[in-house]
C-alpha cells in the first residue's frame, strides 16, 4: 500500500508539471482515509479499519470544457489468528465533463464506479464462510 501510495503522489507531480503548460488551471489532491466495517459470523464478529487513499485530479482545458478523474482503494487482510482470517477490498473510479456555453448554459456529464468485497475463510476446513460482493455503477447527465 504504502509503494502504491509513493507512485501515485511521484505521478500526480509529473502530471501537474506536464498539465501546467497545456491546461489553464488545474487541482491534484491525494488524501488517506479509514474505513470500518463489522461482520457479524456465528460465535464471532470480525472487525475491519483498513487505511486507504483517494486521488483526484481536475483539468480546465479552456474556458468551456473542464474534465476530472477520481480513484480511492481501501484494502486489508485481517487474521485473528485463531481459525478465520478475513480480506476486504474497496476500490472507486469516477470521471465527470463539464462543458459551458457562452456562460448560458452547461453540460455536465458524471461516471461512477464503486465496488467492494468482503470475504472470511476458516483456514482449518478451507471454507469460505462469509463471501460479500457488491458493485454499483452510477452515469449522469445535467443540463442547466
Known amino acids: 500500500m504504502k509503494k502504491t501510495i509513493q507512485s501515485i503522489v511521484i505521478l500526480s507531480f509529473l502530471l501537474t508539471h506536464l498539465l501546467c503548460s497545456i491546461a489553464q488551471a488545474h487541482e491534484v489532491y491525494i488524501n488517506t482515509s479509514k ?3 463489522t461482520i457479524n459470523l456465528p460465535q464471532q ?3 475491519f479499519d483498513s487505511f486507504g487513499y483517494n486521488a483526484f485530479i481536475s483539468l480546465d482545458l ?8 477520481s480513484r480511492g482503494e481501501w484494502t486489508q487482510k485481517k487474521d485473528n489468528h ?7 477490498a474497496i476500490r ?7 462543458y459551458s456555453i457562452n456562460d448560458a448554459w452547461y453540460l455536465s456529464l458524471f461516471y461512477d464506479k ?6 472470511a475463510h476458516n ?22
Not at 92 to 98: D, I, L, P, T, Y
Not at 114 to 119: A, F, H
Open 35 to 37: 474505513v470500518e466495517h
Open 45 to 47: 464478529e470480525m472487525a
Open 62 to 69: 479552456s474556458d468551456a470544457l473542464s474534465l476530472s478523474f
Open 82 to 88: 485463531e481459525v478465520l482470517v478475513g480480506d476486504m
Open 92 to 98: 472507486s473510479v469516477g470521471s465527470a465533463a463539464h
Open 114 to 119: 464503486w465496488q467492494d468485497s468482503i470475504q
Open 123 to 144: 483456514k482449518k476446513h478451507h471454507l469460505k464462510v462469509y463471501d460479500e460482493y457488491n458493485h454499483a455503477k452510477s452515469y449522469t447527465v445535467m443540463v442547466n
